[in-house]
């Protein structure tokens, strides 16, 4: 399974990004998506995931009505769209994966729990 990331970059507070993310050849059935972070000397914080079966979406409290997990199934595309970044929003953002269902809100708690996890994508507000 590959994960790769794009759409990260350096905005100023209050400002608009996207990030999206491909999965590539991942044969199961069911999964959750998410986004996980972590800034520099932090650990890993669980930002938004998305459920296959429902479309449930969970989010952080920190970034709950900013943020928002879409996917495109038929693309194998997963989506974060971030508005009124703020500072502290800075960090690496990875997205991950995971073929157990109806598990969102237990891997957004444990995000290094996500069996699959991309290479990163920067994102730096200031």
């Known amino acids: 399974v590959q994960l790769v990331e794009s759409g990260g970059g350096s905005v100023e507070a209050g400002g608009s990004l996207r990030l999206s993310c491909v999965i590539k050849?991942?044969?199961?059935?069911?999964?959750?998506m998410g986004w996980i972070r972590q800034a520099q000397g932090r650990e890993f914080e669980g930002v938004a995931a998305v459920e296959t079966r429902g479309e449930r979406t969970v989010y952080a409290d920190s970034v709950k009505g900013r943020f928002t997990i879409s996917k495109d199934d038929a693309a194998n595309t997963v989506y974060l769209e971030m508005n009124s970044l703020k500072p502290e929003d800075t960090a690496m953002y990875y997205c991950?994966?995971?073929?157990?269902?109806?598990?969102?809100?237990?891997?957004?708690?444990?995000?290094?729990?996500?069996?699959?996890r991309g290479q990163g994508t920067q994102v730096t507000v200031s």
């Open positions: 991950a994966a995971d073929s157990r269902r109806a598990m969102a809100w237990w891997l957004l708690r444990n995000p290094i729990q996500f069996t699959w």
């Open positions: 050849d991942y044969t199961h059935t069911d999964y959750t």
